[in-house]
Antibody, heavy 123, light 113 residues
């Protein structure tokens, strides 16, 4: 069964840093584009960043551009999100998600999600 | 950037009745080269991650009950639950993956009347 497990969340002061990890099991991470999506308490889903399968393409939401860095270690089957210069408004549950594509490379959907890891930015 | 707007924000439906949630995008989600709408629907229950229900606007994900269906094209889309069950109480989100930044609707909270 394909699964994603996030870790690395916690309490950090404004201006601090955290690195989130997302470990994949039941499938080969290197075959998939991957995403980070966040959800502030009681709020909706917000897309944060994505990375293609060979790490040659990364994209970020304007709200995190220049502060967050997405990366992957396909040998470890793990996705990362390095978060620097954290702000109170970055407080949220962070989910990693897999982007499924069909045999022609056409985007299908964000089909697998982890349980999420909570990040709280507060002094 | 594509803005996704859902209606209504909340909805109360009797068990066994039909529930309909609408989603409108600020730009077309129809990719002309393959005639696919890059629109998905998710269900999220408290304390759980989103669960994919529908992709390409109308294709049901494997394992999703057939009472869930999606329709629409271009900029206007609908999620329909044909006969509401107690376990369908949740927040539902539409999602565009046509272009970055990918975006979600604000969510529709579905409750039992």
């Amino acid at each position: 069964e394909a699964q994603l497990v996030e870790s690395g969340g916690g309490l950090v002061q404004p201006g601090g840093s955290l690195r989130l990890s997302c470990e994949a099991s039941g499938f080969t991470l290197s075959s998939y584009w991957m995403h980070w999506v966040r959800q502030a308490p009681g709020k909706g889903l917000v897309w944060v960043s994505h990375i293609n399968s060979d790490e040659s393409t990364t994209t970020y939401a304007d709200s995190v551009k220049g502060r967050f860095t997405i990366s992957r270690d396909n040998a470890k089957n793990t996705l990362y999100l390095q978060m620097d210069s954290l702000r109170a408004e970055d407080s949220a549950v962070y989910y990693c998600s897999r982007e499924r594509r069909d045999s022609s490379g056409v985007r299908v959907a964000f089909d697998i999600w982890g349980q999420g890891t909570m990040v709280t930015v507060s002094s | 950037d594509i803005v996704m707007t859902q209606s209504p924000d909340s909805l109360a439906v009797s068990l066994g009745e039909r529930a309909t949630i609408n989603c409108q995008s600020s730009q077309t989600l129809l990719y002309s080269s393959n005639n696919k709408n890059y629109l998905g629907w998710f269900q999220q229950k408290p304390g759980q991650p989103p669960k994919l229900l529908i992709y390409w606007a109308s294709t049901r994900e494997s394992g999703v009950p057939d009472r869930f269906s999606g329709s629409g094209s271009g900029t206007d889309f609908t999620l329909t639950i044909s006969s509401l069950q107690a376990e369908d109480v949740a927040v539902y989100y539409c999602h565009q993956y046509y272009s970055t930044p990918y975006s979600f609707g604000q969510g529709t909270k579905l409750e039992i009347k």
